[in-house]
């Protein structure tokens, strides 16, 4: 089956009923997105930028940067790119960023919280990123047909930022504000802590997008350390209480308009990926493997379908119980 789907023509994501569902890749390097656009990913939902800062025992320069980024978006003409900035403690410590101890490192001085303390780190990563994109699409635009407006679109980048570990609307405010001061025009957040999908509707007021993070959200929602052994059985995203704060945030988008994706490993789960299109997520990313199977799956089922499995779900006791009930209510549809 797997042969056939590599063979078959890409065509976009989308529901049996035709509703478009944009399927975009997870990237770690800009090594790894022509195997990405070969598998059919119509993006990038989750660019993680940690990769550039692992080694380094102090932030690498703007140039450095911008260099790397430039080398990442012209894989991706003609398509759209979100850019997390960088997610450093907790499981993805930097030297130079999360110096003091913490006692427990997850709910510490992590992602937007680390960006805030020292935020000439995070001045320099979204000034690269304004830079990189301009560069990319002054190029573009040159060599594009003559004056063809399709063309010259077709020939762009789109970059979006988005800051990991928000948990209000003071955080959504200092980032959002800071990246369009500084030329990037499309700034958004990522949906981790519990407390961001409480409160979706203020944020939508100011994000011009949520991507919900699952792994963390189930980390945080279920109060299991997604590192620990002892209670992985906790890290399901399955579970009726990470899906009912998945349905707030897409609630909340489909009121303001705004895009909501899901960029955790849930997506990648084909089941589970039509469930949160149910809850009104609009857009899904994931390792590029993955990306056949959620394509054939969400094929096979209508929105109206897809909103039925997300009840059963939400409404189910457990996540082995909202696995089991979207398995058998699934096989029914076409
Ligand atoms: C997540 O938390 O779901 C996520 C996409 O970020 P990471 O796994 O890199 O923490
Ligand atoms: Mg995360």
Redesign the pocket.
């Known amino acids: 089956e797997r042969a056939d789907a590599a063979a078959a023509p890409l065509t976009p994501g989308a529901l049996a009923d035709g509703t478009l569902i944009p399927l975009l890749a997870n990237l770690g390097s800009a090594d790894q997105a022509a195997e990405a656009v070969a598998l059919g990913a119509e993006g990038v939902g989750l660019f993680r930028t940690e990769f550039l800062f692992l080694d380094a025992t102090e932030a690498p320069s703007v140039e450095t940067q911008v260099a790397e980024y430039e080398r990442m978006l012209r894989a991706f003409v003609g398509k759209k790119v979100v850019v997390r900035v960088l ?1 450093a403690g907790a499981d993805k410590p930097l030297s130079f960023l999360n110096d003091e101890k913490e006692e427990n490192p997850a709910l510490g001085l992590r ?1 937007i919280r680390a960006l805030r303390s020292s935020e000439r780190i995070l001045r320099d990563q979204l000034t690269a990123l304004a830079i990189a994109e301009a560069r990319v699409n002054r190029y573009g635009s040159d060599s594009a047909a003559g004056g063809d407006a399709a063309a010259a679109r077709d020939a762009k980048v789109e970059v979006w930022v988005m800051a ?2 928000v948990a209000d609307l003071d955080d959504t405010e200092y980032f959002v504000s800071l990246a369009r001061e500084l030329g990037v025009r499309v700034a958004g957040v ?1 949906a ?1 802590v519990p407390s961001l999908a409480v409160l979706a509707d203020q944020v939508f007021d100011v994000a011009d997008f949520v991507s919900i ?1 699952t ?2 959200l189930t980390q945080y929602t279920l109060a299991a350390d997604r590192l620990l052994g002892s209670v992985a059985h906790l890290q399901d995203p399955w579970h009726p209480a990470v899906l009912r704060l998945v349905g707030m945030i897409g609630r909340a988008g489909r009121d303001a308009a705004k895009p909501v994706g899901v960029c ?1 490993e849930a997506a990648a789960d084909p089941l589970l990926a039509v469930v949160l299109v149910g809850l009104g997520v609009t857009t899904l990313s994931m390792t590029p493997a993955a990306l056949a199977d959620v394509r054939g799956e969400l094929a096979r089922h209508t929105l109206a379908e897809a909103q039925e499995l997300a009840r059963a779900a939400v409404n189910a006791t457990s996540a082995a119980a909202a696995r089991q009930a979207v398995t058998r209510l699934a096989a029914a549809n076409a």
């Open positions: 997610d992602g990991p570990m990522m981790e993070g792994n963390d955790g």
